[in-house]
């Protein structure tokens, strides 16, 4: 019966830190929680999901600080504690898949579930973002979208950003874009909650001060059913950035600083935690850009504090309530970094690896052959506003073919409609016309990963590119001898202009 | 029709079948999960109709999963596939290989065909030579870091499916090592020291598991290496994956349970 419990389990025990289990590594094998009945949105459906007995996994412990992250996890795992190296049940509040991984993910779902199950999970709690590889006439891409659609209509799911009309992407009032912009803007990133997606670059939505991390096919299938997850609690990292913003640096330079600095696994299996009065300073599609690039330092996850920038924003686009939280004062960090970040300076990650950190106006004598300017990570409405704003001071034409790729619907939106600041009202579209960059052209992933041959922008030949996306291991945007230098947006459009690496000042003091 | 309790007709010789094992106390520092189940991971048939998505049940890939008895009888042998440090997803399936998803034996082989094969051409060695599906190389020993990147479980796979069995890296990236654990297309083991300087591409080695952790020996050079535990993901690779180690623990109902 649904409701009988297994206490024969021997994953089960009367008392917490039990070790004669055999599993030293199992902290608090009690700390296996209950199914989260009681939780307000879940549905009747949730009735074939039972629970173990719950035991006392708190009498007499001493109750110690938390960070952000261990206090969203025990929140979600209906704790009132846990310490790093736990391995809790986790309640999910959204899942979030796309075109390459949702078909997979669905398929795991009905194979453990059967096919005609339904989500026993609350349908209302995943979001389909088609965004990878849209725009192309490879059948099997242009399938796994028409798949998701299946699954979605049989599983009544309400945020399916839809596109059936890849002639003209206006066409289709549904598509967003780019999962990671679309759940910001669609308001699903909120403080305090869990949210998990088929995709390595979930960690942006830490900059809501929220957990989320990426998952493969087969945990994803698990969620659709249960709505939850086994997770182990990390350990966290603090990054505190103080300082006032210099004028010509941008978050991706602080993110390209940090990694540079703890190299690609120097975050692996932790939070990065991110905060001081530069963090604070920063908006909220800078914040994003920070936590986008955590998992290129192998973490798990990256998180911000909340705070009233992240209230406006997100209460601006959601109705859904929900409940900041903070670490405590007295939680432990297994590490702690402080940066002045009136010394920085522009950075790139050189070919081939994103720690491969050096300064920008150091490589000004490579030589490019083009520049990509678009992705979660930099091709968001500010990311092209910034990029504007340096093509419009420096007045010139750029020197190498420059790719605008808008994340979403709405950033292409903005690029046309937005105004300039301090550019006598033109918007971003005509500024990068004036100084002949490309055609912003349709949003989606694009070339940040390659894609299918026909993909808009992608590197077929062993080229020099300045990119403002996450990744340049080797072939990462299509040919395995292109180099990526990655970069903010402001050091990509300098370089468009001067058709070398160049730091962004030559252009902007 | 309501959907009722979940039935399961996923026919996992292993779980059913398997004899309780005693739980192994691999210790590791690594994650959990593991699904060491033989089946295809993902899977949408496109010729069966809307509504009922048919996962077809792939043959048992020739995996030493037998490894539905435990982890410590499990024995991997054959020629090594040495890499170093830092081989991201990409560079394992490159990433316009991500829209095949081995949903039928002839995906199945087509992404098998192309695994490693974003390696640079520097690596003249190919693990899977042009115009085959399988590798000779059944066993791969990388150094650090190693599946950094996507969070595509097309990498472990591509992998499993060209006929990999064991990875021994120094180091996982995290979404790498869980997903080869959820899918049990590789088993994901570390060693303690940098094996991947020591071994070269043609060694034969042979990987042996054991209660404490197991033994990488190298035939050709005559070396052995410990290799650590599993850990955390002990338990979970015992039951038989992710969804029958919830179903052990009681967080989704067993099959028999009316």
């Known amino acids: 019966m649904a409701s009988s419990v297994i206490s024969s389990s021997p994953f089960v025990c009367k008392s917490p830190a039990k070790k004669d289990l055999g599993f030293s590594s199992f902290r608090k094998p009690s700390q296996i929680s209950i199914h989260g009945c009681q939780r307000k949105s879940i549905s009747r459906k949730i009735v074939s999901v039972m629970a173990p007995q719950r035991s006392s996994s708190t009498s007499g ?133 869990v949210l998990l997606g088929t995709d390595s670059h979930t960690c942006t939505a830490g900059a809501f001060g929220q957990f989320a991390t990426g998952i493969g096919n087969t945990d994803a299938g698990f969620v659709l059913g249960t709505g939850k997850i086994l997770l182990k609690v990390p350990p966290t990292m603090r990054f505190i950035l103080d300082g006032e913003m210099p004028s010509y640096l941008q978050a991706k330079d602080l993110i390209l600083q940090i990694i540079g600095e703890i190299s690609v696994a120097g975050a692996t299996y932790k939070t990065m935690e991110f905060s001081g009065t530069t963090i604070e300073s920063l908006t909220m599609e800078e914040r994003m850009t920070l936590c986008n690039m955590v998992v290129e330092a192998g973490g798990k996850n990256g998180v911000i504090p909340p705070d009233a920038t992240t209230f406006n924003y997100v209460e601006n686009r959601t109705s859904v309530p929900f ?47 083009r520049v990509y300017i678009g992705s979660c990570t930099g091709g968001k409405t500010e990311d092209f506003m910034a990029a504007a704003k340096l093509f419009h001071a420096a007045g010139k034409q750029v020197k190498v073919p420059t790719f605008l790729v808008p994340a979403t619907q709405k950033v292409w939106m903005d690029v046309y409609a937005l105004p300039v600041p301090g550019a006598g009202g033109k918007t971003c579209a005509q500024i990068f016309e004036e100084a002949g960059c490309d055609t912003p052209t349709s949003p989606s992933c694009g070339a940040c990963l390659g894609g299918p041959a026909d993909t808009y922008a992608r590197l077929n030949e062993p080229q020099v590119c300045v990119s403002t996306t996450n990744r340049n291991f080797p072939g990462r945007m299509g040919h395995k001898e292109g180099q990526i230098y990655l970069a903010s947006p402001y050091t990509a459009a300098a370089s468009a202009l001067t058709g070398h690496v160049t730091d962004p000042r030559e252009f902007l003091q | 029709m309501a959907s009722t309790l979940p039935t399961l007709p996923r026919a996992l010789p292993s779980s059913s079948s398997k004899p309780s094992s005693p739980l192994v106390p691999f210790r590791s520092s690594s994650l959990k999960f593991t699904t060491p189940t033989p089946f295809i991971p993902s899977s949408i048939s496109l010729s069966s109709r809307a509504a009922s998505f048919v996962i077809p049940r792939a043959t048992p890939a020739s995996h030493g999963s037998g490894s539905t008895e435990t982890l410590a009888k499990t024995t991997f042998h054959g020629l090594c596939f040495v890499l170093k440090d830092n081989i991201d997803t990409d560079q394992i399936i490159p990433a316009d290989k991500a829209t095949i998803f081995p949903s039928n034996q002839q995906e199945r082989d087509e992404i098998a065909s192309y695994a490693l094969s974003g390696l640079p051409d520097s690596h003249t060695t190919r693990f899977v030579v042009p115009g085959e599906i399988k590798s000779k190389y059944s066993i791969i020993i990388a150094g650090e870091n190693f599946g950094c990147g996507s969070s595509r479980e097309h990498a472990p796979v591509c992998l499993g499916a060209a006929g990999a069995k064991a990875v021994v890296a120094q180091t996982y990236a995290r979404i790498f090592f869980r997903n080869s654990v959820a899918t049990g297309e590789v088993f994901p083991l570390e060693s303690e020291v940098r094996v991947c300087d020591e071994c070269t591409t043609g060694d034969t080695v042979t990987i042996e598991l054991r209660d404490s952790g197991g033994l990488l020996t190298n035939h050709t050079t005559g070396k052995q290496y410990k290799l650590k535990a599993i850990g955390d993901a002990g338990p979970v690779i015992d039951a038989g994956g992710i ?10 109902p067993s099959p028999s349970v009316a």
């Open chain 1, 323 to 369: 409940q900041p939280v903070y670490s405590d004062a007295n939680a432990s960090f297994v590490a702690d970094y402080r940066f002045d970040v009136s010394k920085l300076e522009p950075v790139v990650a050189k070919p081939h690896s994103p720690d491969n950190r050096a300064l920008a106006r150091e490589c000004k004598d490579v030589k490019i052959d």
């Open chain 1, 61 to 193: 412990s001493v109750k110690t600080g938390m960070t952000m992250t261990e206090k969203i996890l025990a929140k979600a795992a209906e704790k009132s504690q846990v310490v790093p190296g736990d391995n809790i049940w986790v309640n999910v509040d959204v899942l979030m898949t796309h075109d390459v991984c949702g078909p997979g993910a669905f398929g795991i779902f009905k194979r453990e579930f059967g096919d005609n199950a339904k989500v026993v999970w609350d349908s209302e709690k995943i979001v389909v973002i088609p965004d990878h590889y849209i725009f192309t006439t490879d059948k099997r891409a242009n399938r796994n979208v028409d798949i998701m659609r299946e699954h979605c209509r049989e599983q009544n799911i309400k945020y399916f950003y839809d596109i059936t009309d890849l002639g003209d992407f206006r066409a289709n009032p549904d598509y967003k874009g780019v999962c990671h912009v679309a759940l910001a803007q669609e308001g699903h990133c909120r403080p305090g909650e």
């Open chain 2, 243 to 252: 969804f029958a180690y919830a179903r052990k623990v009681g967080m989704i």
